[in-house]
């Protein structure tokens, strides 16, 4: 929306403002539920953690954005991290999950403590204020009053 519009049918004005609210979740919202979780990959998993039998990768791992996915449906986001598993030291695991096998994983010896990133994400998303905020400044820049 370029300019304010005037609406004489609630229809239209629900319609319009659903779709609003659609394109403001699959762009600001999700770019800050982004932030979030790549800050708690850095806090959670890379800065307590170490590897000692694989080689953490350079790109296309949980911290990467474009591994972080969004669908919206009925005006509720729903984020997936889908950085897929790599073969390493023979792993019987493949292709997506990766994000949730590291969030609750524990294996003694190796990996003393699961390092559980997106659920502190969801927690940080539930205690703040920045979803919103996020939200708020998306239906701003779409000409919506918003206080």
Do not use: C
Not at 120 to 145: F, H, M, P, Q
Request: charged share 35%; aromatic share 8%; no cysteine.
């Amino acid at each position: 929306m370029s300019r304010k519009t005037t609406y004489d049918d609630i229809n239209l004005l629900l319609k319009d403002l659903k779709s609003d609210i659609e394109d403001v979740l699959m762009d600001e919202v999700l770019d800050e539920v982004k932030e979030i979780e790549i800050s708690h990959v850095e806090d959670d998993v890379f800065s307590v953690y170490s590897p000692r039998v694989y080689k953490r990768r350079t790109f296309d791992g949980i911290d990467d954005p474009n591994n972080i996915i969004g669908e919206v449906r009925n005006m509720v986001l729903e984020v997936d991290n889908v950085a897929e598993f790599t073969n390493w030291n023979g792993s019987a695991k493949r292709g997506t999950g990766l994000a949730e096998f590291i969030n609750i994983y524990e294996y003694p010896g190796i990996i003393d403590q699961s390092r559980p990133f997106l659920d502190n994400t969801i927690v940080e998303i539930e205690r703040t204020d920045s979803v919103e905020n996020a939200l708020a400044r998306g239906l701003i820049k779409r000409n919506y009053d918003v206080y």
